[in-house]
């Protein structure tokens, strides 16, 4: 194992699911009179976010460019409301922009777009960050450089052959710097995930990556895969997570599974609400 | 260069030229030339889709081999690996066939490279009839699309001259750039005084009668149909547009009003090609004259050896001197 890069030993659970709730707190405010978006999935990403942008990565917000950061490449542009959130949680943004999202004019738009400062590609046309993620983490070996990257993408999206594609390259080019983070939120666009995906992690293994699987709304579980995730043994890492749309917010967590949530002006208080009686 | 590099003759490879017969060639441009910047740049990486050996990359793998990636049969990933490892720091030189760039990886060269600015500089092979292996390889309305993608440079280098200058001037032009590549003994046609410049088309032989633009490998066949027709009594100048994005509009214009009759040639489709963009920069200057295109029908098309297309197809030499000569 590296000595490369390594988070505390002894993580901080209780400090990292406060973190959780501050970035579900600012989506739905973020979400707030919207009407609409992708809440669901943002709130049930929060954990795995939480893990990586106070525990895991080493990053600089004060320079986003340093080039011995770790990456993190979020392939599902359409959750950039979790990914503004951690921005803002993690000093990239100024908090007091995050009412702008999803507005005209914003820089906070409903995808993410890599000139705003921490995201690292241009989401949201899935299939596009693994791949992404797989030419980074071989430029950066060629580099002999210390810095891993992250990819999180969906269930989804492996229904995409592009993904399938670079998951053959990981392995091929022996990318240990890479791990990819598998949201499993059983939804996509119109509804239920519609192709067989399962065995998810069998896949993953049988394509030559280091695999496991765990509740991705389980912070003890996904700090421990991610500390298994540093083992440079040749082997890209995937960390199926299994997440609830909306965790967190039991209303939101009931509601028919569906992409594209909708919510009425008047329930915004009281899902708030939920949060915090969940949370007390 | 060594002397080992260059070749007259007229035995050819897979998707090289045919117009060497009596021309100086030189063997592998495009990989010489990035094996020998690549000493200078240590940023550049090189890639392929399994198409090393045919897109003439393969100098480059053996100079450089801790520095070469060939991702298989998956040109999907080849872009995606490519703007990954350019938003890394490095200098992406990739290629494959051009219809497997364009028609496979379209939205990968748009979102995940030009949408980015990254540094992708992809080598399109056998663009057009240089593929005798009909139209599933024969990428015959590539400029048509890679001309819709935003922030793309798209260049069409002539001969071997070029497109080692183009090799060296694509790293440092911001951005993603895709150059319909040539291989094998590629000719030698334009002087040792050709300086290619990106945006910048260049009148490659002057002349009074008629003015013929042209891009890639069709300029030299307009210049040797001009030589041909200057026996007849005709005298045509050629402009070279090698960069079709960004388009060298004012060149054009100010060329075409020189002359009374036009011909427009290209390795690609007539529609959505060089031919439309010039039609299109005339129309909005208001300038109406006579036009011949000469390219290819909106079709798809059959096997065969480049000489048996192109006469089949009409983008050959007799075509452009029944062109120029008699204005049919």
Known sequence: MSTLNHPPENPDIRALKGRALSLRRKMLNMASGKGEGYIAQGLGMADCLAALYFHELRYDPADPKWQDRDRFLLSTGHYSIAMYAVLAEAGYLDETELPTYGLNGSRLPMSTFDDIPGVEIVGGSLGHGLGQAVGMSMALKVDGSPARVFCEFSDGELQEGSTWEAAMGAATFKCDNLVGLIDCNGIQADGPVTVKIDPVADKFTAFGWDTVEVNGNDMEALVSALANAREQDGRPKAIVMRTTPGFGVPTLMARERAHFVRVDNSEWDSLKAELEKENG | ?328
């Open chain 2, 1 to 328: 260069m060594a002397e080992a590099l260059h070749a007259v003759g007229r035995t050819r490879g897979m998707g090289e030229l045919i117009d060497v017969e009596g021309k100086v060639t030189e063997i592998a441009p495009f990989g010489r030339t990035l094996a020998e910047l690549a000493h200078e740049r240590p940023e550049i990486v090189g890639l392929t889709a399994d198409m090393g050996r045919y897109s003439d990359i393969l100098p480059f793998r053996d100079a450089h081999p801790n520095r070469f990636f060939n991702v298989g049969m998956a040109e999907q990933d080849l872009i995606m690996i490519a703007a990954g490892m350019s938003k890394a720091g490095k200098i992406a030189y990739c290629t494959t066939y051009s219809v497997f760039i364009t028609r496979r990886a379209y939205d990968f060269v748009s979102i995940a490279c030009a949408h980015s600015m990254a540094n992708v500089k992809i080598f399109a092979g056998m663009p057009g009839l240089v593929n005798g292996y009909g139209a599933t390889h024969q990428a015959t309305e590539d400029i048509n699309m890679m001309r819709g993608i935003a922030d793309l440079t798209i260049i069409d280098p002539c001969d071997a001259t070029e497109l080692k200058q183009v090799v060296r001037a694509v790293a440092d032009i911001p951005g993603t750039v895709y150059v319909r590549s040539l291989r094998g003994k590629v000719p030698v046609e334009l002087g040792s005084d050709y300086k290619f410049e990106v945006g910048k088309a260049k009148i490659i032989r002057e002349g009074r009668d008629v003015g013929v633009i042209s891009t890639g490998y069709m300029s030299a066949r307009a210049r040797d149909a001009a030589d041909a027709a200057a026996g007849q009594g005709l005298d045509a100048a050629v402009l070279h547009v090698s960069t079709i994005k960004p388009f060298d509009k004012e060149t054009v214009l100010s060329f075409a009003q020189r002359f009374d009759r036009l011909i427009v040639a290209e390795n690609h489709k007539t529609t959505g090609g060089l031919a439309t963009l010039v039609i299109e920069a005339l129309y909005e200057a208001g300038i109406m004259k006579p036009l011949i295109k000469i390219g290819l029908a909106d079709s798809f098309f059959e096997c065969g050896s480049q000489e048996y297309l192109e006469a089949k197809y009409q983008v050959d030499l007799p075509r452009f001197v029944r062109a120029i000569v008699e204005g049919r």
